[in-house]
């Protein structure tokens, strides 16, 4: 009777022992970095554009986003339709690449754009709400990089922008 317990007992911790690593690799998507390798982002006026590579994708699908701050150059123009220089102001720009499924060898090479940031506030950046502010171009600094696996982070790098 001791062993036939003892048997049961051994039999459920070898099935929870092989399950458990089928769970802790589900998520272990991560940006591939080192040299050649890291993810790289370059300023294109008002947007960003990120490439890179992910590998150890395991979910049934992945979202790669890019989330970027910079200061926007602004102008301001009146209702006839004369410029003149607004506040520089703080923008943020943003991208994603939306479910993508995983592929079968779990990896994946991104190329990913940010899109230009939303409509400012006519205030501050102009001098009343009768101007409308027009971003002219943004300087960025540094890019984060989210890898989403199953809606789930995975991986986060923040990237200096060129």
Known sequence: MRMKRYLVLLSAVAVAALALPAVA????????TGGANDPTCTDIGTQVRCSGKVAGLGGTTFTITIT???????????????????????????????????????????????????????????PNNKWTPVITDVT????TLSLFEDSTLSDQITVPVQ
């Open 140 to 143: 960025f600094t540094t890019a």
């Open 68 to 126: 970027a701050q910079g200061t926007a150059s602004v102008v301001c123009i009146n209702p006839a339709g004369h410029r003149a220089p607004g506040q520089d102001t703080t923008v943020t720009a943003t991208g994603s690449t939306g479910p993508i499924p995983t592929p079968t060898n779990g990896q994946f090479t991104f190329t990913l754009t940010t899109a230009p940031p939303g409509p400012l506030p006519a205030t501050p950046t102009c």
């Open 25 to 32: 690799s589900a998520q272990s998507g991560h940006f591939v």
